[in-house]
Structures are given as C-alpha cells and as structure tokens.
C-alpha cells in the first residue's frame, strides 16, 4: 500500500517549556528526523478483520530527543484487505496506538507495549487481532457483601499499563456494574490496571494498602491469561469510619 503522510503537532506544554523570542521569529522549529512504520494486523485463525479499519499512529519524541515535551508526530493509516499498513516519515520516538477496534464487537488487538521509530529505519510491526478473553468479576460492600449497583470504572490495558499515557488518550473500556454488582467485558490477554473513583454512599475503594504485586500505575494491577474466560477477583469497598479529634500545639493547647 501507499505511504501514508503525517504532520508534526506542538501542544500547549512545548510552548510551556520554551520562552518565546522577544523579535519576530519568536520560535525557530528544528528538522525532526524521521522513520518508517511497515505494519499488518495479523487475525487469529478463523477471525475475519472488520472492514475499513483506520489506524492512529503517535509518536512521542520526548523518548529519544532531548528537551522535547509536547512534541508529536501523528499519522493516520488504512488497513488494506490484507490488514497490511504503512507509515512513511513518521517522527522518532516511542510510538502509541489508541484503540481502533470497537467495544461493541468481540474482537480485541494486542499492541505491542513497546513500539520505537528510529531514525532512517523501518520498524516490522505486527499487531495480533482475536476473541477478546470474556472477563467477569464484581464490585461488593467488604462488610455484608452486598454487591455495589451501576459502580463506574475503567479498565486501563494495552501500551497504557507500559508508559505515561498523559499525552494521549488511555486504551481503556468503561465499566458499570448491574444492580447486583456484576459486571463483564472483553479484553486482550496481558496486563490491566482498574481506574476505580466512583463513590457509594459510606464506602470506598482502599486500593492504597494492596501488596505490591498488585498495584499499578493507574490502579489495581492483574493479569488477563490467554482463555476464553476469567473472573477477576471481587472489588472490595470498605466502609467509612466516623474518626473525630483535635488539633493541638506543642503546648498541648487548641
């Protein structure tokens, strides 16, 4: 397929981080070297690619160039009928793939966590497309059980567990539990982070005591395995504790 053409976008943190020129021209933008992206997404056996499938590919350059925050090299790409893609003169750096692949059907993609553009090189990229793993699990009151009614969270997954993805969009899927606190989703095997922050009236999430091994960058931390199914375990929300006291100096006076 043809080369796909990109452009340079410069946020408001580039203009943040470098002082404006007091005479005309006050920026001076500097040549960014380039690289290529030669891509296919590769389907399990027995799965059809949906059709007019449109990649976003973003490249960080903070990654590998000094000084360079707010800095992006962004190009958009057509799958061919053979799910094959190119990018050409795509800026260096480390590069993100948000979601392509819609939530309302049960095909998932597994991004590569680590995708780099060097300069005058083409970086190979295949990109593996199945059944997403159907996860189940729920959201329940620690002290009765009871399970938490249209509790909102994400699921965070994808290049976004890897890296600091404040620049660009999360791969993530909402979730709402029923009225018995269940809920179900499809996710690409690997690992997740759950983005938790709704409230129930007189509870909370109490993420912060996990052991190590369970906590992420974004939340909770767990592994989807490769399976047709997998329940994670219960999300456990504690209950407030009225705590009253009162502030003193060191004289031990109000």
Do not use: C
């Amino acid at each position: 397929p043809a080369g796909q053409s990109t452009r340079i976008e410069y946020t408001g943190n580039y203009f943040l981080n470098y002082e404006a020129k007091k005479e005309s021209p006050h920026f001076t933008l500097a040549t960014i070297p380039t690289g290529k992206i030669a891509g296919r997404l590769v389907p399990a056996a027995g799965i059809t690619l949906p059709r007019d499938i449109t990649l976003t590919l973003i490249s960080h350059l903070d990654a590998v160039v000094e000084r360079a925050p707010g800095i992006h090299g962004v190009a958009e790409a057509k799958i061919d009928s053979e799910g094959r893609f190119e990018v050409n003169d795509l800026p260096v750096g480390r590069v993100f793939i948000p979601k392509f692949l819609s939530d309302e059907q049960p095909l998932r993609a597994q991004v590569p966590a680590k995708i780099m553009v060097s300069a005058g090189q083409t970086t190979q990229l295949d990109i593996p497309v199945a059944q997403g793993v159907h996860v189940t699990g729920r959201v329940e009151k620690s002290d009765t059980t009871d399970g938490a009614a249209n509790y909102k969270f994400s699921v965070i997954y994808g290049p976004s567990i890897a890296y600091d993805s404040a620049d660009s969009s999360w791969v993530k899927q909402d979730v709402e539990t029923d009225a018995n606190g269940h809920y179900e989703l499809e996710l690409p095997p690997g690992p997740i982070n759950l983005r938790l922050g709704s409230r129930v009236e007189g509870y909370r999430d109490a993420t912060h005591w996990l052991p190590e091994d369970n906590r992420g960058r974004w939340g909770p931390r767990y592994e989807i395995p490769h399976q047709a199914e997998f329940e994670l375990p219960a999300i456990q929300l504690v209950k407030d504790m009225p705590v009253s006291g009162q502030l003193v100096d060191q004289n031990k006076q109000p």
